[in-house]
């Protein structure tokens, strides 16, 4: 069998320096949940922010927070709310905020609630459960918020904070009293939107764009080895022109001699484009001078090599000039770009998860105790059907007379003795089942917290929740056909791949394998 390895070394040193033949980090892997043959995606579109660009969560956010607090405390705030602890670890991505009772939940695929915070203090099981019954939750948009991409984390963090100061000191706030929690969750949401409109974080990045976002060295030579494979590429952004700008030089300019410029790498590019509307109404496009200042008058269409503001999806697919099906569209908003994208235009889709990267790497760390950690589980099955079956048979012996086993040829007292002999079998063998049960439960819940607080101290993986899939992850799993790390992952893929999922199971077909 012919591999790249029986290359002469020459022509795979060349493979290798273009990026052609390379091996893929495991944290860096590009996984499938449906079929996708890459051959036949002739247009890529990407997103802007937390795709194209990899923020420095931790920078953004402590910005976010900063900013967005001193605009709550210009509202009546109490300038107390500074000096709540703001743990960049305890907001991810997937929670659901309960705006009516000031909690943070995480919930799995079924929307049972797994995990709740109230404010910063952990709501103990009997607790959530008293409140969040086994029912599918979320539903209600007036009271429920989603926590649905990374941006979004900044406005946890300072909602759960101000519900502690809320509950702690409510004199604080004077005659009046505190704000309900709803009423905090919206003004939390109107002045992190406002601190993100009037420039009060943007204008932070534009001046020190290395501080809060990562320069990855392989983008460039992704997007290079995507085009060099003959696919176009366009920019599809909500963030506008003067701050695009700014990021996209500080991602791509000077990154490879064949570019004059960011804008060289995409055929056609369009900012401000108001997602997830774009997908859904009908604006027109205006084209933009390199400065932001309008071009002529507005258009249903754009043109390669320039740059257009608003529009909408089915203008752009006129544009591209393909089927639907052969346009890959790369973000990291479930719904924004995603959902969205995928429901009103046929486009396959590709979900970028920063935070996957640091889900493999806990995984590869504590490999063997997630491999005893499913073991017990199997354990744990095991022992509860058999004591389910034993308690059965308890109560049916209980139940039994001597004189029933005088009629199989036993005498009346043989019939007793056998009868207490055997009850007293059965409940030393059930007695020995529970305490093995509890012994394998305590060694799971302590495994499990050992995992958890390696994933994240509060939540754990964002991708799971008891034993089942995270809400975030079974939306993982539902809207996007391939989904990774970061863009410059395309790199390690052949632009001809097929990507093949591996094809799911019920439960029943397990059975005789």
């Not at 996209?248 to 064949?258: E, H, I, R, T």
């Not at 084209?287 to 529009?311: M, N, S, T, W």
């Amino acid at each position: 069998m012919f591999s790249a390895a029986d290359l002469p070394t020459p022509i795979r040193k060349a493979l290798l320096d273009s990026g052609l033949e390379t091996e893929a980090p495991p944290e860096r892997r590009i996984f499938t949940n449906r079929d996708l043959n890459f051959d036949s995606i002739s247009v890529i579109g990407f997103d802007m922010d937390y795709t194209l660009a990899i923020y420095r969560q931790e920078e953004i956010e402590a910005m976010s927070i900063l900013s967005t607090t001193a605009k709550l405390i210009a509202r009546g705030y109490p300038e107390k709310l500074r000096e709540v602890p703001n743990d960049p670890k305890f907001a991810i991505r997937g929670l659901m905020v309960d705006r009516k009772l000031g909690n943070i939940i995480k919930m799995d695929r079924h929307g049972y609630v797994g995990r709740a915070y109230h404010g910063l203090r952990k709501l103990q099981r009997p607790e959530r459960k008293a409140i969040y019954r086994d029912q599918r939750l979320g539903q209600e948009r007036e009271r429920f918020a989603a926590v649905d991409t990374l941006f979004a984390l900044p406005e946890v963090t300072l909602f759960a904070a101000a519900v502690e100061l809320i509950d702690r000191e409510p004199q604080l706030w004077g005659a009046g009293g505190p704000p309900s929690y709803a009423e905090t969750w919206l003004d939390v949401r109107e002045c992190i939107d406002e601190a993100h409109r009037d420039g009060s974080i943007k204008d932070h990045v534009r001046d020190d764009p290395g501080r809060f976002i990562e320069a990855d060295p392989d983008l460039a030579r992704a997007l290079h080895q995507l085009r060099s494979a003959g696919k176009k590429l366009f920019l599809l952004t909500n963030s506008l022109l003067d701050y695009t700008d700014v990021v996209m030089k500080f991602l791509l300019d000077g990154a490879l001699p064949s570019y004059p410029d960011w804008t060289t790498y995409f055929d056609w590019m369009v900012v401000g484009a108001s997602k997830p509307s774009f997908f859904t109404e009908n604006a027109p496009f205006q084209e933009l001078d390199p400065g932001g200042a309008p071009l002529g008058g507005k258009k249903q269409q754009v043109q390669r090599g320039k740059i257009y503001g608003g529009g909408n999806q089915l203008g752009l697919q006129a544009s591209l000039g393909v089927h639907p099906d052969e346009v890959l569209y790369v973000g990291d908003h479930i719904y924004g770009d995603i959902v969205r994208s995928k429901k009103s235009s046929g486009w396959r889709t590709a979900l970028v998860v920063q935070e996957l990267e640091h889900e493999l790497e806990v995984r590869r760390d504590w490999e063997m105790t997630l491999r005893e950690i499913e073991g017990l589980h199997g354990l744990r099955a095991r022992l509860a059907d058999e004591i389910g079956g034993h308690r059965y048979l308890a109560r049916t012996l209980a139940r039994l007379e001597p004189a029933e086993l005088v009629r199989t040829g036993l005498s009346l007292p043989e019939a007793t003795a056998m009868l207490e002999t055997t009850r007293a079998d059965l409940r030393k063998r059930l007695d020995w089942l529970r305490n093995y049960e509890q012994e394998t439960q305590g060694t799971l819940e302590r495994r499990g917290h050992e995992v958890d607080a390696a994933f994240n101290p509060y939540w754990g993986s964002s991708f799971r929740e008891r034993n089942d899939t995270s809400r975030f992850g079974a939306q993982v799993e539902s809207f996007a056909c391939i989904y990774t790390s970061r863009v410059s992952n395309l790199l390690f893929a052949s632009p001809a791949k097929y990507f093949i999922s591996p094809h799911g199971s019920m439960p029943h077909w397990a059975v005789g394998r």
